[in-house]
């Protein structure tokens, strides 16, 4: 079924069904001031971290609420109801909705009782404060007498465990004020006697606003319990009801910002109002709410220019293919999701609850290749905090703290940073990551000056971003297995795979094998001759190892225990084949072709789903080890073969590099949210934006996805995408074209930006091939392959390749 559709000119995906089978959220505003909220208003809002800068307050794994609620009334018949269908929850055969989600903003649009409304929630342009802003229009026959009411549920703690849990003190340390047209909320409010620069026990008074812009106040209420009344709820408030909000404040209860403002209307006008929501002292939020002097032509001119800072970095790749779900996800979806991931990590959500105030190391990193190709340097100023989070010992801090003070770090070698993070040892994958991801950043700008660029390492010292890579090399050979491969150490990217300290990864052993061919390019080009002599003799080492210790016949297997339990051979009773240690295996060029057509052929015949690819099969039940912590999860969830989404993308790139191009589109399909539209009651999650796992064959949920929006997916399957679908190949002096598409199309288009100049890119394929290049011309000039160095560029160049 279909609760929505695809609006791509607006570039919205518009909910035409309000009851949709969860919460489909978007994402408002930047670190600085984040909100989530969704089709129906839940949500909550924080000022600069989830954990500790929590506004608004929402109960999760419930039923969404509370959120962002506008109240109308009609002040003749006592009828009401809400701006979004929730919470008030009218009959849908009266009422009808649409939420349109955008690129920064969403809109919510209602007919009800011939009154028309359009909320629109976003957070403007490089500011800290969200704005809600309603437009009633009477669209009946005679003139209505309305009462419109914001309502605002306050956490009574910036610390979203403290306003949950710790009652005893959150309760009694807060209070609300009411000063013109706004609430003002104070914690530790008795603390207003102090000086600006004092606190007592590291507390000093916080201020939270609500505030009417607009119009008049005509009562408020900044009491959640006399709002709601005895045994009401958010669907029947008692404020809304009886048409009052008691002009009352609060003083140990649970605080809220609720106004009601009064308008009447005659038959076909209109009225605009805002509400204005911030962690702001009461003098900013006053110089704020004053600032809304023309509240309608304001609105306008905010969201505008939200969109048009969003499509300056979305409009860098756009493509026109036969396939619409592709073009959806690339142009605008994927791309979105790419940077809410990038700029939230794994924050908050309505899954991240907000409680994980830092950033994975290995999370991060990835999650920057999603953007390389719309934003490089906005990746790469985040690429510079990755590396200064790196260790002098070239190994990466597990967890990033949003306080990380390069240079003067601990380290999970001091066991102050064991516990203040809960991480107790390095992980032997985190630094690897940064291979990839300084790469293509590096390749899609052709700036090899930033590896000469100096970068503190966490703890002490510093180097420039070669020494960095160079380190990171070496903390894998110094941390070596038994069998010469790079050692389990914590954990590798699947943290329910425990193989010991001393145990070995096939995937990790593989992204090694490939961080030295990426290290070789660059100590090439710093002409690094005995390093990359070096390089070369322990590549070819590595390589014979991982050939001799993990190739089973027809697949790799997983790695080997520090006990020297063989993990993933064939001839294991569970979990006999993985899915990482074959997509790996053709990404970092390792497998020869019969080893890559024989691993992938196995992954599609026993792997494959109609939702994508499981990450192991069969699931751990009876069989595990004492190291499989999948075998905790359900069967067919999350790693205890689950679909893990963010391993398609690996798959996507698999096939792509390795010519098949009906397979690798395929993969995207399967596991693809616009082409699940149609199936939204199974699949459940937005089908705009990708979830980490999808429920396998062994799961009675057989195609539901789970935990939303931040997820590593989101980049991987973009990369999957743009360099292996798309075959957008860029290098350290050019690019490279090398498509792996559909047999079934015909032609499509790809304009691009590259390194300053704009690349118009026309692929015709007349012979339905999968790959490979019959010819190429740049600008009406024939080239000898599909290769394009850079210094043949123009500003504007034409670009046709056929198939």
Request: aromatic share 12%.
């Amino acid at each position: 079924m279909k609760y929505g559709y695809f609006d791509d000119k607006e570039r919205e995906y518009v909910i035409d069904h309000p009851d949709t089978p969860s919460p489909w959220v978007n994402y408002l505003g930047s670190p600085e001031y984040g909100a989530i909220i969704s089709n129906n208003a839940g949500g909550y809002s924080f000022a600069r971290s989830g954990a500790n800068g929590r506004i608004l307050r929402y109960i999760f794994n419930q039923f969404d609420q509370p959120g962002r609620y506008i109240y109308i009334r009609d002040n003749a018949s006592g009828d009401y109801w809400s701006a979004s269908w929730q919470p008030v929850g009218k009959e849908l055969g009266q009422y009808q909705s649409k939420c349109c989600h955008g690129m920064g903003y969403t809109r919510m649009l209602a007919d009800y009782s011939g009154i028309h409304s359009e909320a629109d929630y976003y957070v403007p342009l490089g500011k800290s404060y969200e704005v809600w802003a309603l437009t009633v229009t009477n669209r009946s026959d005679r003139v209505r007498d309305l009462t419109l009411t914001g309502y605002a549920e306050f956490t009574n703690h910036s610390n979203y465990e403290q306003d949950q849990v710790n009652l005893q003190y959150s309760l009694f340390i807060t209070r609300t004020l009411f000063e013109k047209n706004r609430i003002i909320q104070q914690i530790h409010g008795n603390l207003d006697a102090l000086r600006e620069d004092e606190e007592v026990d590291d507390k000093k008074v916080t201020e939270r606003f609500f505030a009417l812009a607009g119009g008049e106040v005509s009562s408020y209420c900044g009491d959640k319990d006399a709002f709601l009344g005895k045994y009401h709820g958010y669907g029947n408030p008692q404020g809304v009801i009886s048409g009052d909000l008691g002009n009352i404040t609060s003083y140990n209860e649970n605080s809220c910002g609720a106004l009601s403002y009064k308008v009447t209307l005659d038959p076909g006008e209109s009225r605009t109002v805002l509400f204005l929501l911030g962690m702001k002292s009461s003098a900013e939020a006053a110089a704020i709410t004053d600032s809304y002097t023309d509240p309608a032509g304001q609105v306008r001119q905010e969201i505008n220019a939200l969109k048009a800072d969003w499509y300056a970095k979305l409009d860098h790749l756009k493509i026109n293919t036969p396939d619409h779900a592709f073009n959806t996800m690339i142009n605008t979806w994927n791309a979105y999701n790419c940077f809410i991931t990038f700029v939230w990590s794994r924050a908050a959500s309505f899954v991240y609850c907000g409680l994980r105030n830092g950033y994975g190391y290995r999370d991060t990193v990835q999650d920057i290749q999603g953007i390389i190709h719309l934003a490089p340097e906005m990746a790469c100023e985040k690429i510079r905090f990755m590396l200064s989070a790196q260790v002098d010992n070239g190994g990466g801090l597990p967890l990033v703290k949003f306080t990380h003070n390069p240079g003067h770090e601990d380290t999970p070698d001091d066991a102050s940073y064991v516990q203040e993070t809960g991480h107790p040892a390095y992980r032997a994958d985190d630094a690897l990551w940064l291979f990839p991801t300084v790469y293509k950043y590096i390749a899609e700008t052709g700036n090899t000056a930033f590896l000469d660029e100096v970068i503190p390492f966490a703890n002490k010292g510093e180097g420039t971003v070669y020494e960095h890579l160079k380190r990171a090399v070496q903390f894998s050979f110094d941390h070596l297995g038994p069998h010469g491969l790079p050692a389990g150490l914590y954990a590798d990217w699947n943290d329910c795979l425990r193989l010991g300290a001393e145990g070995e990864s096939s995937f990790v052993a593989l992204q090694f094998y490939y961080a030295m061919t990426i290290l070789k390019k660059f100590a090439v080009y710093k002409q690094d001759s005995g390093y990359v002599r070096y390089l070369e003799e322990k590549q070819e080492e590595t390589g014979q190892k991982i050939q001799k210790l993990c190739w089973d016949n027809d697949r790799f297997i997983r790695g080997y225990t520090e006990k020297g339990e063989r993990i993933g051979a064939a001839a294991d009773p569970e979990a006999n084949l993985w899915l990482n240690p074959q997509s790996w295996a053709v990404i970092s060029g390792l497998a020869s072709r019969e080893q890559a057509d024989a691993a992938l052929e196995n992954v599609y015949q026993r792997l494959n789903t109609a939702y994508g690819a499981v990450l192991m099969d069969p699931p751990y039940h009876e069989h595990a080890f004492d190291g499989a912590l999948a075998v905790i999860y359900n069967q067919g969830t999350k790693e205890n073969s689950g679909i893990f989404s963010q391993s398609q993308g690996w798959l996507i790139l698999a096939e792509a590099l390795s010519g098949h191009g009906n397979r690798a589109f395929g993969y995207f399909t399967e596991n693809a949210p616009a082409a699940q539209n149609d199936r939204a009651e199974i699949r459940r999650l937005e089908p705009y934006c990708y979830g980490q796992f999808t429920e396998g064959p062994a799961s009675s949920h057989f195609g539901r996805s789970h935990v939303h929006w931040l997820t590593g997916t989101a980049s991987t399957v973009m990369v999957g995408c743009v360099e292996g679908i798309l075959g957008l190949r860029p290098d350290l002096e050019g690019i490279r074209i090398a498509p792996a598409v559909p047999e079934s199309w015909d032609s499509f288009e790809i304009d691009k930006d590259f390194r300053g100049k704009h690349l118009h890119i026309r692929v015709e394929n007349p012979d339905h091939r999968e790959s490979g290049c019959r010819s190429m011309s740049l600008n009406g000039k024939e080239l000898p392959d599909n290769y394009i160095p850079e210094g043949l560029l123009k500003e504007e160049n034409e670009i046709l390749l056929t198939l």
